[in-house]
């Protein structure tokens, strides 16, 4: 059997989930992951590599016989981390510098969804150096709350909703003042604000052929009924019951693969995971976002339901034979909790010690996101979302107690997790919330 060294470039929670399901695939010849944590420690060699230097990269990939990269974070794609490597004939899952701003700039994506008629919201770009159009906008809106959001990439943290003309505009000056966000934001884009339910769903692509791997529902919201400040996500479910299999298939028919024919039509196919956010509106399924790369925390409750090789997957998505490949997922559910820092999203402390991980067990698994070891081999806390706690189950409230179960005996000072993670799923259930 034909085995892969394979790097998958990335540190976070999902990372070691993509660790944990390359590990699973008997076409695992070495995993190396740069720069890693210390869970995807246990699945193969963490490597101190600065994924930022693309020559580094490659230097490590010749030296090490990699034939395989898997890209994790959306920063190196939209860097054009996948051009450089296959520039010189390494294999990357992952797409180019041009499809990634799919991601990179939201403003793009609106003007391709726009021109090919793809479901968004209605939206205006604004120059951060038109201060006074974009200023003029808010104040004669009268459609409110609407969205603000910063054009580029701002680790989930540069979109907000805003309820009226005093807040947009206080969220124009937060953005502008602060550095993460004031880099993301050459462009404004103010969009309506739509209504109805989110789910995330997510698509395999190899430049023309799509298939979708599976949905979920993200808890985007720091706090318990989707209160307070954006993050990264403190959450999430899978299948989500709010997409049955006549609503998956509109969606592939009516966005997924549109916007794989868009990017093959201006010249930009995508090969990778296509990351479709959509709202679930009055008027059916619109695009929220894309993001072009698994998510997190949904990769983490993706993976164990995979049953598919992973390896076999991606292969098939650089080589554009996706059309041929299987794609099976497990019957049951996922439920991920994030264990998240003190003070998350805004400042928090680091080095916390981390007790109680306990082991994996069929229905719970952990990941890590945000940890690291001491000298003396202690864990603790690196991060603001510091792990991913897993729940697996035959039923949506198997997997959501399992996931709180093994939540139970972890601490670290400061622990803080939302208790609500599956409720909406629940709730579409018709069971108790």
Same mark, same amino acid.
């Given at each position: ?146 969205? +603000?959001?910063?054009? %580029?990439?701002? /680790?989930?943290?540069?979109?907000? $909703?805003?309820?009226? &003309? *005093?807040?947009?505009?206080? !969220? ?56 307070? +400040?954006?993050?990264? %996500?403190?959450? /999430?479910?899978?299948?989500?019951? $709010?997409?049955?299999? &006549? *609503?998956?298939?509109?969606? !592939? ?56 090789? +992973? ?123």
């Amino acid at each position: 059997m034909e085995t892969h060294s394979v790097l998958l470039i990335g540190g976070g929670g999902r990372e070691h989930a993509l660790a944990w399901a390359l590990a699973r695939s008997p076409h695992l010849g070495a995993l190396h992951i740069a720069p890693g944590n210390p869970g995807t420690a246990q699945l193969g060699t963490n490597a101190d590599l600065d994924i930022d230097d693309h020559e580094a990269v490659l230097d490590y990939i010749e030296s090490h016989g990699i034939d395989l990269v898997v890209v994790g974070p959306e920063q190196p794609l939209v860097d054009g981390l996948t051009d450089y490597l296959e520039d010189y004939g390494v294999k990357v899952f992952g797409p180019s510098k041009a499809a990634a701003q799919l991601e990179g700039s939201k403003a793009f994506a609106k003007a391709l969804m726009r021109k090919y008629g793809i479901p968004t919201a209605d939206y205006a770009v604004f120059d951060r150096h038109e201060l006074a159009a974009l200023t003029g906008h808010i104040e004669t809106r009268t459609d409110w709350p609407m969205v +603000l959001k910063a054009d %580029g990439l701002a /680790a989930g943290k540069g979109v907000f $909703i805003c309820q009226d &003309a *005093a807040e947009a505009l206080m !969220r124009v000056e937060t953005i502008l003042n602060d550095p993460g966000l004031s880099a993301a934001a050459d462009l404004f884009v103010v969009e309506e604000c739509m209504t109805g339910e989110e789910v995330s769903v997510f698509a395999l692509c190899d430049g023309h052929q799509a298939r979708i791997l599976g949905w979920a529902q993200d808890h985007k919201r720091v706090g318990e009924g989707d209160t307070g +400040l954006n993050t990264g %996500g403190m959450g /999430a479910y899978a299948p989500a019951p $709010i997409l049955d299999a &006549a *609503a998956l298939e509109h969606i !592939r028919l009516q966005i997924v693969q549109p916007t794989l024919d868009a990017m093959a039509g201006e010249g930009t196919p995508f090969r990778g995971m296509l990351y479709c956010g959509l709202m679930m509106t009055p008027a059916g399924p619109k695009v929220v976002e894309y993001n072009c790369r698994f998510g997190d925390p949904e990769c983490q409750v993706l993976m164990p339901l995979l049953e598919t090789d +992973l390896i076999e997957i991606m292969l098939a998505c650089v080589h554009g034979r996706l059309e041929h490949q299987p794609v099976d997922m497990r019957t049951g559910y996922a439920c991920s909790v994030v264990l998240a820092s003190g003070g998350y999203p805004g400042a928090y402390a680091k080095g916390h010690p981390i007790t109680g991980l306990g082991e994996d067990t069929p229905d719970s698994v952990v990941f890590h996101s945000g940890t690291r070891r001491t000298e003396d081999g202690t864990l603790v806390t690196n991060g603001g979302r510091v792990l991913n706690v897993v729940g697996l189950g035959n039923t949506l409230p198997d997997a959501i107690a399992a996931a709180y179960a093994r939540v139970s005996g972890i601490r670290f000072q400061d622990m803080y997790h939302r208790r609500d993670i599956g409720t909406k799923g629940l709730a579409r259930l018709g069971l108790r919330t």
